[in-house]
C-alpha cells in the first residue's frame, strides 16, 4: 500500500552555519564596533544579546538574511519577546521548531477526512504517515495540505510504493 509521510524538520547544522556567517559579519561591522553583541546556538535555542533595541533588530535581519542564503525556511523560527539581561543589555531567545504539534497534526488530519479522500492519516509522534490503495490519491493529499496555508514548513519525504 503506498505512503508518505509528512514532517517538519530544519537541518540545524545549516543553522549552526548561518549562525557562524552572521557571527562573522557582526565582527567586521562599523554599527557594531564597540559592542557586545553575540548569538549563542544550542541545540534547538538560539539566543541572542545586544547592547540595545535597533542592535538587536539588526541583528534579526542579519540572522534572517543569513538563513534565506542557507536555505533554512525562516518560518522555523519562533522569535520570543526581547528580556532585560544583566549588564543593561537585552536577551533574546529564538526557537528552532521541529516536529509537527500535536494541534497542528489534528488540524491536517481532520482537514483531510473532511475531504473524503480515500486515504488513511495516522499521527506517529511528530509526524503523519498517510497511506493510501492508489499514488494519485496520496499526491491530492499533498496537494490539499499545501492549501491549508500552515505556516511552518512542512516537507513529504518516505514515498514509497
Known sequence: MPSFDIVSRTDLVEVGNAVQGAMREISTRYDFKGSDCTIEHADTVLTLRADDDFKLKQMQELLKGHMGKRKVNIAAFEFD???????????????VKQGIERDLAQEIVKAIKQSKMKVQVAIQG????????KRDNLQDAIALVKELKITQPLQYVNFRD
Open 81 to 95: 519577546k526581547p528580556e532585560e539581561a544583566s549588564g543593561n543589555t537585552l536577551r533574546q531567545t529564538v526557537t
Open 126 to 133: 511528530e509526524e503523519l504517515r498517510v497511506s493510501g490503495k
